[in-house]
Nanobody, 119 residues
Framework: QVQLVESGGGLVQAGGSLRLSCAAS????????MGWFRQAPGKQRELLAR???????MYVDSLKGRFTMYRDVAKNTAYLEVNTLKPEDTAVYYC?????????????WGQGTQVTVSP
């Protein structure tokens, strides 16, 4: 069983930056595909980025350049840095993990962390 605990959300002004953390336990993150989703009010949950077992990051095209996902293996923690925040980035951000090979099956979810961007 994998547990994921997010932190780092909060209230930030437009143009600012945040770093979200996802501490994993129960399994080493090098054996997992890690990812970040978000869900804005009234919208569907969307995948933002994922990190392969080898540590390669992949992003949604529209977010490239503003979002950076990486990990610290020693801390068993994944991160998502978000720059040049916009009010439309306001959402609950979820860390996810997939234990399988191939197309990720997001079996494990964190509780979510709220990010609110003020104009």
């Amino acid at each position: 069983q994998v547990q994921l605990v997010e932190s780092g959300g909060g209230l930030v002004q437009a143009g600012g930056s945040l770093r979200l953390s996802c501490a994993a336990s129960g399994r080493v993150i090098t054996s997992l595909t890690m990812g970040w989703f978000r869900q804005a009010p009234g919208k569907q949950r969307e995948l933002l980025a994922r990190l392969t077992r080898a540590g390669s990051a992949m992003y949604v095209d529209s977010l490239k350049g503003r979002f950076t996902m990486y990990r610290d293996v020693a801390k068993n923690t994944a991160y998502l840095e978000v720059n040049t925040l916009k009010p439309e980035d306001t959402a609950v951000y979820y860390c996810v993990a997939a234990p399988n090979l191939g197309a990720p099956r997001w079996d494990y979810w964190g509780q979510g962390t709220q990010v609110t961007v003020s104009p």
